[in-house]
């Protein structure tokens, strides 16, 4: 009885210097250190970005709602549907229109500021700070700022523009209840919330190509266009990409302010696909239809993906 | 003469330079102005068409305030936000680390494209995953709870904040790690001893991005909960305080401007560290 409760005390301490050997070798060896500390964000990746996103595949191809038990596979059949409603279609064309548009003005914009931005002046910091607000506060409630300012009743930007004259004192128009007014200014306000990403990343692009570049061609004779064009902006093509990059994902995506600002209105002419799929899959409850639509956002990633590791590889060559 | 026409061309181009400046920050800056003279301003005078509106044609008030923080639920979402952000920053750096440290040092060539790979998961949108996670947050039982939060944003701020900080590892040279196991301490004990110490800037910049990030999302916030007690900032005062008809424009204002200014400051000490993570790899020089 003793005898063999030693020998069962003695294996015990042998595992556990087992143990500590194997603890201790794991600590030491590159190789399994490096694999156990990058497993619970791999874990937690795959858990709530890969699982979520093949289950979002699966719920298209299904016919599940909000409160149902059992699905069942139906194949293409929901993204057929999705296709022939006009209000897919507008939103689709709606969410083109969109993206393309604010990342034109945000770009040429963003060019113009981050060019101002690169002197030297007194209060930069101050004016650096307020620029960077947009980006900084959280989107819904700067977009409430802006839903107090196109109010149809109180809006400051009409006052303003009668006060100095641009508009008569009978022009009052209702920015959120025209169709084309009201793509504007979900146009406008998506330029505003962007400028600033866009600014700051091509600022930091701008500081890093050398000034005796430019002193080079302005003594050889270029102009302030000519830099612009042959020296200024072929140096800053890949930075301007990037910013394209993170500009048309975010705003392609993006449902936040259509829905604080016009709820995808009126009429379904600033529905993008985003809020649809929001309306359909979780206001109305049809899960599926609502993951296939959401699906039509993932081409435009892919293809972004794709670019940027086409810069970065390219970046690493060089 | 042609001094003359130096100095006027000079002028003009500061000139030019000062109003480019100016119109792009009232552009920027003028919401979050006007957030701020609503907030004070009466409701009678707010809602008067024939007065000037940018000026205080009645005596300002404290009302709008004080009805935000004692009839709304609004220090109840300002509360909630603060729990979630401290949770979400805390599991986001037990995550990140040591992964970004592994990747960084530990795994070799194929660190840097596990590291790319990772950055990607980050352009996969909320508007794609909410539709599914919705269904896997009711199964488990955490639909209209603060705890769905904790448990999904970590899902973009993971991703991010594993590529920022393996930027900041790379930067701290070998040599002290090595010269620290000389000196006895294991690989990870060099790890925790010497590489964290050194990337406390790195880590508080990840710390200020995840709150901000929580700050603002609004998608899942708004897709999992549906009581008003248990809403974030960002997703309560669009959906609770904008309602009907009757806009309390005074509070709501209030309500955008003291949830927006504040973070913002804070978060442009470390814009630039951002920045940097946002154009590593793709531009190198």
């Known amino acids: 009885m003793t005898q063999k409760a030693i020998t069962t005390v003695e294996m015990g301490t042998q595992v556990a210097r087992a143990k500590a050997g194997l603890l201790s070798s794991v600590l030491d060896s590159e190789i399994w250190l490096g694999r ?11 858990l709530l ?10 719920y298209s191809l299904s016919d599940i709602t909000i409160g149902s038990r059992t699905m069942s596979f139906v194949g293409l059949k929901n ?3 999705v296709i022939q409603t006009p209000t897919f279609q507008q939103s689709l ?26 002197k030297n002046f007194k209060g930069k910091w101050l004016v650096r700070l307020l620029i960077l607000l947009p980006w900084v506060a959280p989107i819904s409630l700067g977009t409430i700022g802006w839903l107090w300012m196109l109010d149809s009743i109180y809006s400051i930007i009409n006052w303003i523009l009668q006060a100095v004259g641009i508009f008569g004192p009978k022009t009052w128009p209702i920015w959120l209840g025209v169709p084309h007014l009201a793509m504007g200014s979900v146009i406008a306000v998506h330029v505003w919330r962007q400028l600033p990403l866009a600014t700051v990343i091509l600022l930091g692009g701008l500081s890093s190509i050398p000034t005796d570049l430019h002193d080079a061609a302005a003594v050889d004779g270029a102009g302030f266009w000519r830099r612009l064009f042959q020296i200024t902006i072929p ?3 890949p930075i301007m990409i990037v910013a394209v990059l993170f500009g048309m994902v975010f705003t392609f995506t993006d449902m936040i302010v259509i829905f604080v600002l016009t709820r995808g209105g009126p009429y379904d002419t600033t529905q993008v696909l985003a809020s649809l799929a929001f309306f359909t899959g979780i206001m109305g409850g049809d899960l599926a239809e609502g993951a296939a639509i959401s699906l039509f956002l993932f081409p ?10 086409r810069i970065a590889r390219r970046a690493e060559v060089t | 003469m042609p001094a003359l026409m130096r100095r006027l061309k000079r002028w003009g181009a500061r000139g030019s330079h000062l109003g480019i400046v100016t119109v792009f920050t009232v552009f920027a800056a003028f919401p ?3 957030m ?4 004070f301003k009466r409701t009678s005078d707010l809602m008067n068409t024939t007065n000037n509106p940018f000026l205080f044609n009645q005596p300002p008030t404290l009302e709008h305030l004080r009805f935000l923080f004692f009839e709304t639920l609004y220090g109840r979402w300002l509360w909630n936000t603060f729990f979630v952000g401290v949770l979400v920053v805390g599991i986001t750096l037990l995550l990140a680390v040591p992964a970004a440290y592994s990747l960084a040092r530990l795994t070799g060539r194929g660190g840097e494209q596990l590291g790319i790979g990772i950055f990607l998961t980050y352009l996969v949108p909320p508007t794609i995953l909410f539709i599914p996670l919705a269904r896997v947050v009711s199964n488990l039982g955490l639909k209209d709870s603060l705890w769905s939060l904790i448990l999904v944003y970590p899902s973009f701020t993971v991703p991010f904040c594993t590529w920022l900080l393996m930027g900041f590892f790379k930067a701290i040279p070998k040599d002290l790690e090595e010269a620290a196991m000389i000196d006895g301490y294991s690989r990870f004990g060099a790890f925790v001893k010497v590489v964290i110490p050194l990337s406390i800037a790195g880590t508080l910049t990840v710390v200020a991005f995840s709150f901000t990030l929580v700050m603002q999302e609004f998608v899942y916030g708004m897709t999992f909960i549906s009581f008003a007690s248990q809403y974030t900032v960002s997703v309560g005062v669009p959906t609770f305080l904008v309602r009907g008809d009757v806009y309390f424009w005074g509070s709501l204002m209030a309500a955008c401007f003291i949830a927006s200014v504040p973070i913002a400051i804070l978060y442009n000490f470390f814009v630039d560290r951002f920045i940097a993570g946002f154009t590593v790899g793709a531009v190198k020089g």
């Open chain 1, 93 to 118: 064309k709606n969410t083109l229109i969109f993206t393309f548009i604010s990342q034109a003005v945000v770009l040429v914009l963003a060019k113009v500021l981050a060019l101002a931005l690169l």
């Open chain 2, 32 to 34: 979050f102005y006007w």
């Open chain 1, 36 to 46: 156990l500390m990058i497993a619970p964000a791999i874990l937690y990746i795959v």
């Open chain 1, 49 to 58: 970005i890969g699982f979520p996103f093949l289950l979002a595949l699966y």
């Open chain 1, 79 to 81: 993204f057929k549907a």
């Open chain 1, 235 to 237: 140096l800053l093509l």
């Open chain 1, 300 to 309: 435009v990633l892919v293809a972004a993906a794709f670019v940027f590791l």
């Open chain 2, 36 to 39: 701020l003279v609503t907030t």
